[in-house]
């Protein structure tokens, strides 16, 4: 199983501290380092001082970084049009020497589009939009060098596009569908997705939840998909007053994050890792909200990556 590091900057962190987290991770050994996509604070805490943009990070990012794959997990697709969206990804792959890998979803925070004042149409509209958008965003990306892209949906309409520029990596960076749905999504996985993603799932959710997407692959013709992955908060010390500290840093109960995340001391995380590896989980986003801790991301990287 690979690990990668995971953090939610919308709750209050710097350029400068998502960098220091990307930049450890990378020279820990971490298979990629993703973050959130918001632009409000959920839950406790002002969100000081204040969010930033995930594709202006990971541009950044793209450069002052080497190895360590980049992406979001994942991009609301209410927050930018589908044109420049492809343009902003190709060129961050690009300035990357092809790291990105590309997380698009439908969205779900409208509180965040009221504060922001961005369009939140309802749910069905939203997946109606997801779908033309990874249609046109994979296929300028497709489009051979030297034609033309056009397209007719019915929220979108290219004409004569010339498709550029393209990413690094062709056909396109790695497409990454994710999400709890029993129908639309597992559909949308599985003709577009190179991944596919579940977000805070139980051992049992999670092969579920893979399950649907395999259907969805034989539904159409397609072969599983290649990777299959998940994403559960991290809380990992050496002693419990290490894990309680850690714990009580991010607002949680040391009990609940036992049962909901991954949660306790190294030798634990591992065997709880194991389990969630038998349920079909080969990479394994690790949330963490604590973006100043990097002793943790030290820990992990010393104790439990060794041993999945």
């Known amino acids: 199983m690979r690990l990668r590091a995971f953090t939610e900057p919308q709750q ?17 050994g971490y298979d990629a380092f993703f973050r ?17 943009d995930a594709w202006t990070t990971l541009a950044g990012l793209a450069v002052e970084t080497s190895r360590i794959r980049l992406g979001t997990l994942v991009t609301s697709m209410t927050f930018r049009l589908p044109g420049p969206l492809a343009i902003s990804v190709a060129q961050i792959d690009a300035m990357s020497g092809g790291r990105i890998e590309f997380g698009l979803g439908a969205g779900w925070y409208d509180q965040e589009h009221r504060a922001y004042g961005i369009p939140f149409p309802p749910l069905g ?30 929220h979108y309409r290219f004409e004569d596009s010339p498709a550029l520029p393209k990413p690094v990596q062709r056909p396109h960076p790695p497409v990454i569908v994710g999400g709890h749905g029993l129908k639309r999504t597992p559909a949308l996985a599985a003709r577009y997705a190179d991944e596919f993603n579940v977000t805070f799932p139980t051992v049992e959710g999670a092969r579920e939840s893979y399950e649907r997407v395999r259907a969805a692959c034989v539904a159409i013709g397609r072969e599983a998909l290649p990777v299959w992955s998940a994403m559960l908060v991290v809380c990992c010390g050496r002693t419990d007053a290490e ?19 991954l949660c306790g001391t190294p030798a634990e995380i591992v065997d709880r890792l194991g389990a969630y590896a038998g349920a079909g989980v080969d990479r394994m986003y690790l949330q963490m909200l604590d973006v100043r801790d990097l002793d943790q991301v030290d820990l992990i990287a010393s104790e439990v990556m060794p041993h999945v």
């Not at 209050?12 to 820990?28: K, M, V």
């Open 125 to 154: 509209e939203r997946f109606d939009r997801l779908e033309e958008q990874l249609e046109v965003i994979t296929g300028l990306w497709r489009t051979p060098d030297g034609q033309r892209y056009d397209f007719v949906g019915k």
């Open 243 to 261: 894990i309680a500290r850690r714990a009580a840093a991010i607002g949680r109960d040391v009990a609940e994050l036992r049962e909901n995340g």
């Open 36 to 52: 959130s996509d918001h632009y409000l604070v959920m839950g406790s805490g002002d969100g000081r001082p204040g969010p930033t």
């Open 12 to 28: 209050g962190a710097t350029y400068a501290e998502i960098a220091a987290l990307a930049h450890r991770a990378e020279d820990a």
